[in-house]
Structures are given as structure tokens and as C-alpha cells.
């Protein structure tokens, strides 16, 4: 099964967030610092995990449970969660 259209947004992440450094990597994906920044705004700076899905709705679901685990974790060693979205990350048809 394919991920519906709708769900993925063009864009979003070069529009506001300028990537700092890498800060670590792993088999299913890296986490970037990154500056958070709307209409020249600085909102924060955050940890950006960014995941290779694929067009593969079951590996999908299996990211949402993980970003669901990560929501309700709570530790002073660990970052929390804050936000998600779905992106295109190279020309395709969506964009």
C-alpha cells in the first residue's frame, strides 16, 4: 500500500529549519541540530530525527508507534518530543 498524498508536505523543512550539524546516525535514519526559524523568527533550536520511509504505509505505522512512545516519554537525559510531519525529500510528483 502506498502513502495517500495528502498526508505528505513539500517543502516544509527547508522553509524553516536551517541545519546546524549532524548529531548522530543510525540504520534507520540521522538526527540534525537544527534552528527552527518562521519570517526571520527564531523559535528554538531542535533535534530533527529524519527516517527514510519509503512509500510503505506498514513501516509508516510502525514510525507512528514509535513517535507515540516518544511523546509520552518523559527523562531529563532524553529530549522531548515536540512535532512530526511527512516530506518529500527529492523532486517527485507531490511537490
Do not use: Q
Not at 38 to 55: T, Y
Not at 90 to 95: A, D, G, I, K, V
Amino acid at each position: 500500500h502506498n502513502i495517500p498524498a495528502g498526508l505528505l508536505n513539500c517543502g516544509y523543512y527547508g522553509r524553516f529549519f536551517i541545519e546546524e550539524r549532524k548529531l548522530g546516525s543510525g540504520s534507520f535514519g540521522a538526527v540534525f541540530l537544527c534552528r527552527h526559524v518562521m519570517d526571520e523568527i527564531e523559535l528554538g533550536a531542535f533535534a530533527v530525527k529524519k527516517l527514510a520511509l519509503g512509500d510503505d504505509t506498514k513501516r509508516l505505522r510502525h514510525v507512528m508507534r514509535e513517535v507515540k512512545a516518544l511523546e509520552r516519554l518523559r527523562h531529563m537525559n532524553i529530549i522531548d518530543y515536540k512535532h512530526s510531519w511527512l516530506e518529500v525529500s527529492r523532486h517527485s510528483e507531490f511537490c
